[in-house]
T-cell receptor
Framework: AQSVTQLDSQVPVFEEAPVELRCNYS??????LFWYVQYPNQGLQLLLK??????LVESINGFEAEFNKSQTSFHLRKPSVHISDTAEYFC???????????FGTGTRLTVIP | KAGVTQTPRYLIKTRGQQVTLSCSPI?????VSWYQQTPGQGLQFLFE???????NKGNFPGRFSGRQFSNSRSEMNVSTLELGDSALYLC??????????????FGPGTRLTVL
């Protein structure tokens, strides 16, 4: 079985400051990891994913996440946040052959002007 | 290409009633998954349909059911509603399912309130 823990329910950060949203996973099989973002009154959008290969994955809007197998983590980072990054971020995991995602409880990122 | 659409966007029901939610996947997608999102439990997987067959089911009571039609549109039904069923119900579509091989595209959700 797979599970995800997002350690911070809320993260306030000033505009142009760096941010890290933490995600730890638990799994007995090979894992595939995802970050989704949910803007107010919208569905989830895929931000980035790790399937295999390079442990550092990037999104088109400046976010990146690093798969760390020894620490069972997949933290999301951005060196400089914008107001438009204010949203809820969900980490998710799945395993080989699975048809569904297991989500964390989410981290609400609030960017302060 | 149109995204995943869900109807209705908002619903208010009373305890004991039943409700049907609808999801139209992206054209060409054959897999539809349903998730329940609540503040306390977060996002939880309900079930997944592929080519009109339920392939996978989460840990929800039998009051929660679904089906998929030949055009891949899916409906979810909740019978005998309880207060705890109040949630945002999200639908996701993908080409073939397989959460790690296919990207899942989510709809905006249906906000269900049970009074």
């Amino acid at each position: 079985a797979q599970s995800v823990t997002q350690l911070d329910s809320q993260v306030p950060v000033f505009e142009e400051a760096p941010v890290e949203l933490r995600c730890n996973y638990s799994s007995s099989v090979s894992v595939y990891l995802f970050w989704y973002v949910q803007y107010p009154n919208q569905g989830l959008q895929l931000l980035l994913k790790y399937l295999s290969g390079s442990t550092l994955v990037e999104s088109i809007n400046g976010f990146e996440a690093e798969f760390n197998k020894s620490q069972t983590s997949f933290h999301l980072r951005k060196p400089s946040v914008h107001i438009s990054d204010t949203a809820e971020y969900f980490c998710a995991v799945t395993g080989t052959g699975a048809n569904n995602l297991f989500f964390g409880t989410g981290t609400r990122l609030t960017v302060i002007p | 290409k149109a995204g995943v659409t869900q109807t209705p966007r908002y619903l208010i029901k009373t305890r004991g009633q039943q409700v049907t939610l609808s999801c139209s996947p992206i054209s060409g997608h054959r897999s539809v998954s349903w998730y329940q999102q609540t503040p306390g439990q977060g996002l939880q997987f309900l079930f997944e349909y592929f080519s009109e067959t339920q392939r996978n089911k989460g840990n929800f009571p039998g009051r929660f059911s679904g089906r998929q039609f030949s055009n891949s549109r899916s409906e979810m039904n909740v019978s005998t509603l309880e207060l705890g069923d109040s949630a945002l119900y999200l639908c996701a579509s993908s080409l073939y399912g397989g959460a790690y091989t296919d990207t899942q595209y989510f709809g905006p959700g249906t906000r269900l309130t049970v009074l």
